[in-house]
């Protein structure tokens, strides 16, 4: 962030045929009653293979420290957003700093959605850690 900037916790849609942009920040809060994401930057976030939902996981908070939670946005069949926080299935990613997030579409691997790779412990120290995310709200 540069100097004199924030972090905001607000949600964005754009819209491909018009070109335009869209707040849902005011929907998001309401139809998840409040319970939405902390403010962050550096999060991973990817679509799912679950239609019209994503995963939202970790980053840094407005204190730079590392966040470790997730966080499923889905759109209804209205299009209004909902947030609401899941846990990974068996263990939880070591962090989510510089680290890769896919979708993983492979029905191979059963009901895992997501794969992350990779980040960065601390300075200069990196892991090569896999770990994959389910979702069990289909």
């Known amino acids: 962030l540069g100097s004199g900037s924030k972090m905001l916790n607000d949600l964005w849609e754009f819209n491909y045929q018009t070109q335009t942009w869209k707040d849902l920040t005011k929907?998001?809060?309401k139809t998840s009653k409040y319970n939405v994401p902390?403010?962050?930057?550096?999060?991973l976030?990817?679509?799912l293979h679950t239609h019209e939902t994503f995963i939202l996981y970790g980053?840094?908070?407005?204190?730079?420290?590392?966040?470790?939670?997730?966080?499923?946005?889905?759109?209804?069949?209205?299009?209004?957003?909902h947030w609401k926080m899941r846990k990974f299935m068996e263990?939880?990613?070591?962090?989510?700093?510089?680290?890769?997030?896919?979708?993983?579409?492979?029905?191979?691997?059963?009901?895992n959605e997501a794969v992350i790779y990779g980040g960065e412990l601390a300075w200069n120290l990196n892991t090569d850690?896999?770990?994959?995310?389910?979702?069990?709200?289909?």
Not at 67 to 81: A, H, K, M, R, V
């Open 59 to 81: 980053g840094l908070n407005t204190r730079y420290s590392t966040l470790s939670d997730s966080w499923i946005l889905w759109f209804d069949n209205n299009g209004q957003p």
């Open 91 to 111: 263990v939880t990613p070591t962090t989510s700093l510089y680290a890769s997030i896919a979708p993983l579409e492979d029905t191979n691997f059963g009901v």
């Open 129 to 138: 850690k896999t770990t994959t995310f389910a979702n069990s709200e289909k």
């Open 45 to 47: 976030f990817t679509k």
């Open 38 to 43: 902390t403010r962050r930057i550096f999060p």
């Open 27 to 29: 929907f998001a809060r």
